[in-house]
């Protein structure tokens, strides 16, 4: 029999490798090691969830003063302080990055600081020059941020960006219309940032409910967003400090277009990321933006890792093809998470390295459950969305749509024009709540427990046999009687 260094060896440190390699070394006695190449706890922790949670709850804030006065509070808002806010989220990832640390130090398994590379199906090389064998490799590295395929496009930003920004630009052009475009446009402008948004389709969100998604694009603009459907750039250049000064930075500038195609910068620009750039959109406006940040889609991390060469089957954008145990053409090698490009959300990460471990330690075969995972946007409002959107539900069986919009009573008070939306899809023939959809404050918190009934097989009739809690937002979710419409 073969002997191995190591019963399993992770590729990535992010949640779900953390997570596998943790359970696999202490519940199922594994001898362990992973290689990070990066920081510890992977983009959602080092620079996607957490972070952008924390400048969610800092753009919130703006909009306290205004509604605090209709309630007798006399507020005053100061300016919002990058610098500091920016240190303390710092120190806060530098904090969580270190429990990662411990917590796989103190389950027993070896980390390596290194990046690493398949050389066959049982060996990995790290670019420290070590070579190990394991009897199992998982690959867990994730998924990157990717700027479109356009002149230029090395001067915008993407949204791994945005945490080490110097300072917050006084203007920015975000492009995209997916939730991470959507969130970063909410909270930018939240923090006083003007913000203009760009989205080639025809409505934002793609792939959720449309009435939820044309309720969140009607707020935004409401909130100051300058959103454009159906438009996208096709011409961007670095722009001069001295013609942003003239023209303000943000201004529509024709002849800022004209100066900088005769000087050749759309040629060979300048300029370096996050800086001025001069940007030329679809619906032929022109203008200065201080930033642009890409929001168009992420790719997953399969580069120069020897995949294909050891034959590891690859898809179109690089992510690795699985099976419904996540494990890859070569029997010996799997992946979750980002990487396999299924659902790239973090818990699913997690879940997928739980069962990994039940499949392969623990002698429990566990395929992946993907359905009826509950998710949230975090837009202001926040959309939490469960099961299958209107538009899909009806394309696989007759349904009951029961919704209602209306004005909370806390903005309401307050004069200001914010509307919810609470939202069921219903099987005509079983009754099952096929989708619950929720666009609100604390939708996120509030679709994780609705989530658990929709998961369990719900009817209608069970939602309407529970109490309601008033007076709250959510108790609409069980007091909708009459079906809007049946499709």
């Keep these: 029999m073969m002997s191995f260094d190591y019963d399993l060896f992770v590729i990535g440190g992010g949640s779900g490798g953390v997570r596998a390699a ?39 804030f703006s909009a306290l003063p205004a509604e605090a006065a209709a309630y007798g509070w006399d507020m005053s808002m100061g300016a919002f302080d990058w610098s500091k806010f920016s240190g303390h989220l710092n120190s806060e990832l530098d904090r969580l990055e270190e429990i990662y640390r411990s917590l796989l130090k103190n389950s027993g398994v070896e980390t390596f600081d290194a990046r690493a590379r398949l ?23 994730g998924g990157r941020p990717v700027r479109p395929d356009i002149p230029n496009a090395h001067l915008g930003i993407v949204s791994d960006d945005i945490f080490r920004l110097p300072k917050l630009p006084k203007s920015v052009l975000i492009i995209g219309g997916g939730y991470i475009a959507c969130e970063f446009a909410c909270i930018l402008n939240g923090l006083g940032v003007e913000v203009t948004q760009y989205y080639r389709g025809a409505q934002i969100l793609r792939g959720f409910d449309d009435e939820a998604r044309g309720l969140i694009a009607e707020s935004m603009r409401e909130a100051g967003i300058n ?26 500038d024709a002849a800022m277009g004209a100066s900088a195609r005769a000087s050749g910068d759309l040629v ?24 642009v940040l890409f929001a168009t889609g992420r790719d997953p991390n399969t580069d120069d890792m020897g995949l294909e060469e050891i034959g590891v089957q690859l898809g179109r954008r690089g992510e690795i093809a699985v099976d419904a145990y996540s494990q890859t053409s070569v029997p010996s090698i799997y992946a979750i998470g980002d990487v396999t490009n ?6 699913v990460a997690i879940r997928e390295g739980m069962v990994f471990v039940e499949t392969v330690f623990k002698a429990n075969p566990t395929p992946v459950d993907h359905d009826l995972i509950p998710s949230a946007v975090f837009t202001q409002p926040e959309l ?104």
Excluded at 232 to 246: F, L, Y
Excluded at 268 to 291: H, I, L, M, Q
């Design 22 to 60: 943790r359970v696999a070394a202490g519940e199922a006695g594994a001898k362990m090691a992973l290689a990070e190449a990066d920081r510890y706890g992977g983009t959602c922790v080092i620079r996607g969830c957490v972070p952008k949670k924390l400048m969610v709850f800092a753009s919130e």
């Design 119 to 141: 050389k066959d199906a049982h060996t990995v090389e790290l670019s420290t020059g070590q070579t190990v064998t394991a009897k199992h490799i998982l690959v867990a590295t």
């Design 227 to 252: 959103l454009h459907l159906g438009t996208n750039i096709i011409e961007m250049a670095s722009a001069s400090a001295d013609t942003t000064a003239s023209t303000g930075g943000t201004g529509s």
């Design 268 to 291: 060979e620009p300048a300029g370096k990321p996050g800086g001025p750039v001069w940007v030329k959109a679809t619906n032929g406006s022109e203008r200065v933006f201080d930033a």
């Design 342 to 347: 299924r659902v790239n959300l973090t818990p």
């Design 384 to 487: 939490g969305t469960v099961g299958l959107s209107e538009e899909d539900a009806r394309e696989q069986e007759p349904v009951e749509i029961y919704c209602t919009s209306f004005r909370p009573m806390r903005t309401a008070f307050a004069g200001q024009p914010d509307r919810v939306l609470m939202k069921l899809v219903v099987s005509k023939a079983s009754r099952k709540v096929l989708g619950c959809h929720i666009v609100a404050p604390g939708a996120g918190e509030m679709i994780q427990l609705a989530g658990v009934a929709v998961k369990m097989g719900a009817t209608k009739e069970d939602f309407d046999r529970t109490v309601a809690v008033h007076p709250t937002m959510s108790e609409e979710i069980v007091t909708m009687r009459t079906p809007m419409r049946v499709a």
